[in-house]
């Protein structure tokens, strides 16, 4: 080993390491073979263990016998300059590898999304282990703090529920929580809501319901928003929407 690959092992990095399931090591390993990702170590015996490299982040996995999924996910966030390329490169490689994305259930990675404080999307693994790969859009604490004041200052209490949903569905990727709240909002928030919000409430609908492989109820969300009628100032506005309603549409085909 000459100097210059030991000074860049011993840089100031940190590299999570991650319990997995003992039984499905290699297929989890495949997983990140087909994000791009290469493997740097491997070991079988006396344990189960592995770790991973790519321009972004670096992975170590230890391989648990009789690994129960409840209670044993890790997570970390990957902090990027550039995460629509990251993103794309990503997409891209698991298209190669598999002949399509899996973005439901597990291994699956979610579409890109803003929240209040950054662009991301999240990887999950087979084990159910989750990375947040995102770019800041400022300091964190106060955008949260501010968005936080805007939806409180909403007087539309379908607004707030909407708002609430997404956090569910895209920051904590708990979509039946997202599904919950916007089937309450839609039964019991009867005052008018513009037609941009509409749109946006029934396009995270039906992404909800195809994450929780809901399709039929899917479809007919689809349906309904061929009914919702959008100025060009407001399909303006929503161009990233959109963009995910043509992708629901043939996803959902």
């Not at 492989?213 to 928003?225: G, I, P, R, S, Y």
């Not at 009914?227 to 085909?253: H, P």
């Given at each position: 080993?000459?100097?210059?690959?030991?000074?860049?092992?011993?840089?100031?990095?940190?590299?999570?390491?991650?319990?997995?399931?003992?039984?499905?090591?290699?297929?989890?390993?495949?997983?990140?073979?087909?994000?791009?990702?290469?493997i740097?170590?491997?070991?079988?015996?006396?344990?189960?263990?592995?770790?991973?490299?790519?321009?972004?982040?670096?992975?170590?996995?230890?391989?648990?016998?009789?690994?129960?999924?409840?209670?044993?996910?890790?997570?970390?966030?990957?902090?990027?300059?550039?995460?629509?390329?990251?993103?794309?490169?990503?997409?891209?490689?698991?298209?190669?590898?598999?002949?399509?994305?899996?973005s439901?259930?597990?291994?699956?990675?979610?579409?890109?999304?803003?929240?209040?404080?950054?662009?991301?999307?999240?990887?999950?693994?087979?084990?159910?282990?989750?990375?947040?790969?995102?770019?800041?859009?400022?300091?964190?604490?106060?955008?949260?703090?501010?968005?936080?004041?805007?939806?409180?200052?909403?007087?539309s209490?379908?607004?707030?529920?909407?708002?609430?949903?997404?956090?569910?569905?895209?920051?904590?990727?708990?979509?039946?929580?997202?599904?919950?709240?916007?089937?309450?909002?839609?039964?019991?928030?009867?005052?008018?809501?513009?037609?941009?919000?509409?749109?946006?409430?029934?396009?995270?609908?039906?992404?909800?319901?195809?994450?929780l492989?809901?399709?039929?109820?899917?479809?007919?969300?689809?349906?309904?928003?061929n009914?919702?009628?959008?100025?060009?100032?407001?399909?303006?506005?929503?161009?990233?929407?959109?963009?995910?309603?043509?992708?629901?549409?043939?996803?959902?085909?």
């Open positions: 080993m000459n100097k210059e690959h030991l000074a860049r092992l011993n840089r100031n990095r940190t590299i999570p390491i991650f319990d997995c399931d003992y039984d499905l090591f290699d297929l989890h390993l495949e997983y990140y073979t087909a994000l791009g990702f290469e740097t170590y491997y070991q079988k015996a006396p344990y189960r263990f592995a770790s991973v490299e790519k321009d972004i982040a670096e992975f170590s996995f230890y391989g648990v016998k009789n690994f129960d999924e409840n209670g044993k996910q890790g997570g970390c966030y990957v902090a990027v300059p550039n995460v629509r390329e990251v993103y794309e490169e990503l997409r891209k490689s698991l298209k190669a590898y598999y002949g399509k994305i899996p439901k259930g597990v291994p699956r990675i979610s579409r890109l999304n803003k929240t209040a404080e950054d662009w991301r999307f999240n990887i999950t693994d087979c084990s159910g282990n989750t990375i947040i790969v995102g770019e800041s859009i400022g300091d964190s604490t106060a955008l949260m703090e501010a968005e936080e004041e805007r939806v409180n200052a909403q007087c209490k379908f607004e707030k529920a909407y708002a609430q949903a997404y956090r569910f569905a895209f920051s904590k990727e708990d979509f039946m929580a997202a599904r919950n709240t916007l089937e309450a909002a839609f039964r019991k928030f009867e005052e008018q809501i513009s037609n941009s919000l509409l749109f946006k409430a029934k396009v995270l609908q039906t992404e909800v319901f195809f994450s492989n809901q399709n039929d109820k899917a479809k007919e969300t689809l349906l309904e928003l009914d919702v009628k959008l100025t060009e100032a407001e399909k303006e506005s929503l161009i990233d929407v959109i963009e995910r309603y043509e992708e629901l549409k043939l996803e959902l085909n």
